[in-house]
């Protein structure tokens, strides 16, 4: 009784080992599409598609399978001389395991939050963050100013402090319903469904016809033949 | 579940989120864009009236060949710039923001080579004349 568990034992470590090195001779990187297009609103097409243009970015500076900051500042702006407070904070919200760089995986779930099927809920939930620079968990008078002072400094908008402090008050007197001079969680949200234009960077229309711009008919061929 | 509509420009002000969703770094479809076409935004503050400015663009084109103004569908005030030799499109809308200023916001579709030379030379100039060039907004 024991000799026949010991043999089904090593029957099934057997097994596991093949299965172990059938996945190390799968294409470099990409396993598992299917695991990604389940957890994200991108089907399984649209997840090889998206592993094109990460390929493609991540490939620029240094050849890794990683996009770096440098990297992703590229993709964004065709320039690595060109900083943004803003792109920082975008990066560092898709680098959920905080090693400053980006896998493929934290690439795709990033990225479906900017899908237009993405649920609205994600896209406030984002938004905010992003906002919220201190991450304190509420967006400060004071960071609302510095957001907007970087903004207008970077596309040469010329307004003076008099009319920046009116829009500011202007806008705090809308959000800021529990008037305690922050907007938390619930205060953006009532006010990004009164004003769905602000959500508008939440939302890449491109992402719909993601597999027309980067086909990837390498990697079809390849997963038809097994 | 409320409709996300952020196609539909209502004619209200800009608030100070809307500013900041101006800005570059965080409009990630750079991201995805093609190459063969350079997409690129820019931003003018203006003490001038909304009609004005697109009347004076509208002059403009009228004495240029090749180009020709259309009805922009998406905002409450703007138009659609487009080069008949398929280089470029533009599409310019007016913003009020408070008091009389408003931002004019111009968004380049433009061919890598050759497609910038109408903004450049033509459009470009013509909204600095018409743009707030120091910050103070004296009333």
Redesign the interface.
Known sequence: MVQCLDGLKHLCAGLLNLCDSDSAKQPRGLENPEVLARETVFSVSEIEALYE?FKK?SSAVIDDGLINKEEFQL????TNK?E???????FDLFDTKHNGILDFDEFARA?SV?HPNAP?DD?IEFSFQ??DLKQQGFIERQE?KQ??V???A??????????IE???D??FE?ADTKHDGKIDKEEWRN?V?R???????M??Q??KD?TT?FPSFVFHSQVDDT | MPELDEDHMMAKDLNAFDLISFSSGFDISGLLTHSEYLNCVERFVSKEKPEKILERVKAMVDKVERVVVRKDEKACEGVKLEGLDGNFVIAVRIYRLMNELVVIEVKRKEKKVGGGQFWRTQLRPLLLELALLHGNASK
């Open positions: 243009l970015i993709a964004l702006f065709k060109k943004s407070l803003f792109a920082d904070r975008v990225l900017f609205i896209k992003l906002y609302v957001m907007v970087a903004t207008l970077e596309s040469g908008m010329n307004l003076s402090d008099d009319v009116s829009i500011i202007k806008t809308e006010l469904l004003h769905p234009s602000l959500l508008k960077n939302t890449l491109y992402l993601i711009t």
